[in-house]
C-alpha cells in the first residue's frame, strides 16, 4: 500500500548540511512526498541520508541543478508543488581561491532550475498554478558587512558582497526576483545567519574546531578573531524555511536569524568549554590552549546581523533553540558520530585543510 501524501517538493542539495537537515525533518513529520536531487560534491554526503532511504516518501535523484533536461524529466515525472533551493557552493575560502564552481552552481545552476521551474509553472491550470512556489535559500553575506554600532540588517538592506561566494548568492536572489517580475512566478526568498548543527562539513568554523580540538591539533582563528557573526540553530532554520513556504507571500523576502551574535573568539572559546566538560579524560585539555590565531582570511567582513522581526511577525516563526543549547547538542552530536565524521574526512578534504590553513599555521605565533 502506497503511503498518502498531499505535495510533492523538489529539494534540491537535499546531502548537503541544510539540505539533509530539511529533509529529516520533512520525512519525520511526513505528508510529503520528497524528490531529493543533489549532485553529491565534496559536501553532499549520501551517508547523512541513510535514514531516510527506505522511506517511499523520500526519493533519492543524483544530479545536477544545472543539468536542464534532468530537472525537466523530474518535473515531468513526479508534478512537484514547490522547490526548495538548497543547492549551493557555499564556503567563503573555496570560493576565494576560484570563483568558477560557485558561478556555475549558484548562477547558471540557478538559472536553469529557473527555467524548468517557470515551464512546469505555465502548464500548471486552476489551483495547482495559484500554489505552486519556488523557494530560494540564501545567506546574509548577500548584504555585506556591518560596523558594530550599525543596527541589523533587513528585508530592505543593500546588497554589498564580499566575497565571490556572497556574489554569486546574490547574482542568484537577483536571478530569482527577475523571474517574478518578469514572469510571475511566484517565488519566496529567505536569507539566514550562520547555521550550525549536526552532519556540516568539517570544514566549516565549528565543526572544524571539535575535530582539531578532539585529536589536540590547533585551532585556527582568523585575524583577532573579533568578527561578529549571528548564528542559527539548523533545525530552526530548517522549521523557519517550512514556515515562509507555507505562509510566505509571492514576491517577497524573509529574514531568519538566531538573535545570537557573538564573535569567533567566543565561539571557539564556548566549544573548548563543552568538550572540557563532555571529555574530562582528554589529554588535550583545557582544550583553549590550543586556539591559534592565524593570518585573516581576505575581504573578511567584520560582523552580521540579522533583523527577523518580518518573519516573527507575519508569519510567527521564532527558533527554539538558544545558541547555548543548540551549541551544547552540536558538539555531543560530531563526539557520538565519529564514524560519520571520518567517512566525510576523505584525501581530497585533507588536502584541501593543508591548503588553505598550512602557510597559516606553519606561520602562526
Avoid at 573555496?94 to 532550475?113: C, K
Avoid at 585573516?296 to 507575519?314: L, Q
Wanted: net charge negative; glycine share 8%.
Amino acid at each position: 500500500m502506497s503511503p498518502e501524501f498531499h505535495d510533492t517538493w523538489l529539494v534540491t542539495g537535499g546531502a548537503g548540511f541544510i539540505g539533509v537537515n530539511f529533509v529529516q525533518a520533512q520525512c519525520r513529520r511526513g505528508g510529503v512526498r520528497v524528490v531529493n536531487l543533489d549532485r553529491l560534491t565534496y559536501a553532499g554526503n549520501p551517508a547523512s541520508l541513510a535514514g531516510q532511504m527506505e522511506d517511499p516518501l523520500h526519493i533519492f535523484v543524483q544530479g545536477d541543478i544545472g543539468d536542464a533536461a534532468l530537472v525537466r524529466d523530474l518535473f515531468a515525472q513526479y508534478r512537484p508543488t514547490a522547490v526548495l533551493n538548497f543547492a549551493a557552493e557555499s564556503h567563503v575560502d573555496r570560493s576565494i581561491m576560484g570563483a568558477q564552481p560557485f558561478v556555475e552552481t549558484n548562477v547558471a545552476g540557478l538559472v536553469t532550475l529557473l527555467q524548468e521551474s517557470l515551464r512546469h509553472w505555465r502548464g500548471l491550470r486552476d489551483q495547482a498554478r495559484q500554489s505552486f512556489r519556488f523557494l530560494q535559500v540564501s545567506t546574509d553575506e548577500v548584504y555585506g558587512s556591518l560596523a558594530p554600532e550599525d543596527p541589523p540588517f533587513t528585508e530592505r538592506s543593500l546588497y554589498a558582497p564580499s566575497s565571490p561566494y556572497a556574489a554569486s548568492k546574490a547574482a542568484g536572489d537577483h536571478f530569482v526576483r527577475a523571474f517574478h517580475k518578469t514572469h510571475g512566478l511566484p517565488v519566496l526568498t529567505t536569507n539566514c545567519s550562520n547555521n550550525y548543527g549536526p552532519y556540516q562539513f568539517p570544514e566549516k568554523l565549528i565543526p572544524l574546531i571539535i575535530h582539531n580540538a578532539l585529536a589536540g591539533e590547533k585551532l585556527p582563528v582568523y585575524g583577532d578573531g573579533m568578527q561578529i557573526r549571528d548564528w542559527i540553530y539548523v533545525a530552526d532554520h530548517c522549521e523557519g524555511v517550512r514556515t515562509v513556504l507555507e505562509k510566505g507571500k509571492p514576491g517577497e523576502t524573509y529574514n531568519i536569524g538566531g538573535r545570537c551574535e557573538r564573535t569567533n573568539l567566543e565561539v571557539v572559546g564556548s566549544i573548548c568549554e563543552h568538550l572540557d566538560r563532555l571529555r574530562p579524560q582528554s589529554p588535550h585539555r583545557p582544550h583553549q590552549e590550543l586556539i591559534t590565531f592565524v593570518e585573516d582570511r581576505p575581504g573578511h567582513d567584520r560582523r552580521y546581523a540579522i533583523n527577523d522581526s518580518k518573519v516573527r511577525s507575519d508569519l510567527g516563526w521564532q527558533p527554539v533553540e538558544t545558541f547555548d543549547s543548540g551549541l551544547l547538542k552540536t558538539v555531543a552530536w560530531y563526539l557520538e558520530h565519529q564514524d560519520w565524521i571520518e567517512q566525510v574526512h576523505t584525501g581530497a578534504y585533507r588536502d584541501w585543510i593543508r591548503l588553505n590553513y598550512g602557510d597559516r599555521l606553519s606561520e602562526a605565533k
